[in-house]
């Protein structure tokens, strides 16, 4: 038997109604979407404009303003690159937070050495942004403000239709990386006063490999340049030819998470906390991040004394969950989430991230509490 997937943070298994919508995407409607002159290049443009459709209505967005990519990484370099070259000229300075991904802070960084400044703004220990330090952060250099919706270690949800309201007030622009959030929380570009979201399709039970940038064109319109050139497709801002079956796929995945947000949240949240009730008692164990401002499939949690590859190992039969972020796990670094809400470097790697998603089961749960606490137990004697 393979073990139970509890990793829905590093991706997701793909729903069938997802798969089945694509398949004809692949054979059948092969044609280009730039094709505009025979049946073969409609049928593909009709089959993206519907996906561009529910995309744009699932964040209150126009059509116009949905420009796909190959997911959030691309998305997300695609509206901090993008900003910084067009907006160089009235500011160089970025705000963004700790905690976020690495496809935010490695552009950061990179503009970094480009002579742009860039501030990481720390977090509480549960993980949250304050707002008066952002707002004591804006300069009159500031052109663009970047933080997550929630997070993908610790689903710490940040309040971010307050930060856009801050941004608004000042007049920057406010990126969001919603690769975790889109499906799992009501997310509205007009009432949160984003200007820019960056979306992925596998992390909601649709394909890998695509994606989106929302870019708003009126209330500010949005410039950013272009880090593809090629064939201007998608408003020029990313050439190549369209990936047909996944934007298919991610239009029915984020139209199947909007319909049953309500529910798997309630499902999720209800076997989060059974799991977190199993575990919280036992010696040593902490939550890491806000238990109320969270993902409802979201646990993570540092084994204080117990090695966190030793734990990781001894699991690995039985449930298939990571530590620190799926990203930098090959790497022995303790995860830069942790260590920001002030975690040591040994506290922070014994650290297990549970990721429940729409297919799990209260049996498996079951399994994985049970487990969990052997393997702690065990751990704990042996030292
Ligand atoms: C997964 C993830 C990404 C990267 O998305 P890809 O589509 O895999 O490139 C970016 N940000 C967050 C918060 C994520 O969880």
Redesign the pocket.
Known sequence: MRPIYLDC???TPMDQRVLAQMLPFFSEYFGNASSVGHLYGWEAQAGIKQAREIIAIAINAKETEIIFT???????NLAIKGVAEAYFDKGKHIISVQT?????IEPCEYLQELGFEVTFLPVAENGLLSLDLLRNSIRDDTILVSV?A???EIGVLQPIGKIGQICHEREVLFHT????AIGKIPLDVESMNIDLM?L????IYGP????ALYVRRRNPRVRLASQIQGGGQEKKLRSGTLCTPNIVGFGKAVEIAIALMETDNEKQKKLRNYLWNQLKNLEGVKLNGDLKQRLAGNLNISIQGVDGSALLLALQPVVAVSSGSA?TSESTKPSHVLTALGHSKSLAQASLRFGIGRFNTLTEIETVAQETKKAIIALRNFH
Request: some cysteine.
């Open positions: 943070h590093a991706t190959s997911g959030a990484t691309e998305a997300n976020e991904h690495k496809a935010v997550m929630a997070n993908n990386d919603c690769a975790q960056s992925t399709a596998h992390k890998k490999g695509v994606g990203c």
